[in-house]
């Protein structure tokens, strides 16, 4: 069982009955059945009619939420192939957080359209949509002083850049911006291949699937992650070492102290 000493990574938590990695949800195969060409998004046509006349009311500061709190807020995105482990690791991670008092939630692909993105299907504009969604979400968890964990394939640079504009854009009012730490789960086409536990690839590679990322559809990999991880050379906890260690080099991992 997992303690508060600060730094031990090696206490940490076992993984979840249940997760293994390359679990692919439903979120994973759908997304990634990618159509025709995407063109690149500006950040105005986001904007409409109904947004323009409104104003920002200004209210607490992230410092002082960060004070209350006793922790900073900031947004870890995992992106990567289906069965790649982004899942597993991203769940793995939040259950450490939390163990150690540190407060995080992550927001999963499968389990928004449950709710907030119920309304969107799989077409191109609604994958840019489901993104912005996420992406804004994230930022408001981010903005509370919570560390935001999201885990979904985003296999296009321009949508994880604007994800990640929304945070580093966001340093207004005296607010110093959002950390966005993008998450690079790299492993081989062929070891995603092997694992895929739902037969996504297998129907690809059958035609039966059209337009799938890895297969008919490209995945464009970060060119600048802060973080690369690689699930088929390191265990789930390694994994999750790696990025607490990254986040400890960073100042970003406060761990609350016992109280007296």
């Not at 104003?55 to 990567?80: P, S, V």
Request: hydrophobic content about 35%; charged content about 25%; overall charge neutral.
């Amino acid at each position: 069982m997992a303690t508060k000493e600060r730094g031990r990574i090696s206490n940490l938590w076992p993984v979840a009955e249940g997760y293994q990695l390359g679990k692919l949800s439903d979120e994973d195969g759908q997304f990634s059945q990618q159509q025709g060409r995407r063109q690149k998004i500006k950040r105005n046509t986001w904007l409409t009619d109904s947004t323009r006349n409104i104003t920002w009311h200004t209210g607490l500061t992230r410092q002082e939420r960060n004070q209350a709190r006793g922790q900073k807020g900031y947004t870890i995105w995992f992106t990567g192939l289906s069965a790649s482990g982004k899942s597993t690791v991203a769940t793995a991670l939040e259950q450490h957080l939390l163990h150690l008092g540190v407060a995080a939630y992550r927001l999963d692909g499968d389990n928004v359209r449950f709710g907030l993105n119920k309304d969107l299907g799989f077409s191109e504009k609604d994958r840019n949509e489901n993104i912005r969604r996420i992406a804004e979400v994230a930022k408001l968890f981010a903005d509370s002083s919570t560390v935001a964990i999201t885990s979904f394939i985003s296999p296009y640079r321009a949508d994880r850049q604007l994800a990640r504009e929304l945070h580093t854009q966001s340093g207004q009012a005296g607010n110093a911006p959002l950390e966005f730490i993008e998450v690079y789960v790299d492993i081989p086409i062929e070891v995603a291949e092997q694992r895929d536990p739902k037969g996504l690839y297998k129907k690809a590679r059958a035609g039966e699937i059209k337009e799938f990322t890895g297969i008919s559809a490209p995945y464009e990999a970060p060119l600048e992650a802060e973080i690369t991880i690689k699930t088929h050379e390191n265990t789930v906890e390694e994994c999750v070492a790696q990025i607490v260690e990254y986040l400890k080099s960073k100042s970003l991992l406060f761990i609350p102290t016992a109280s007296a």
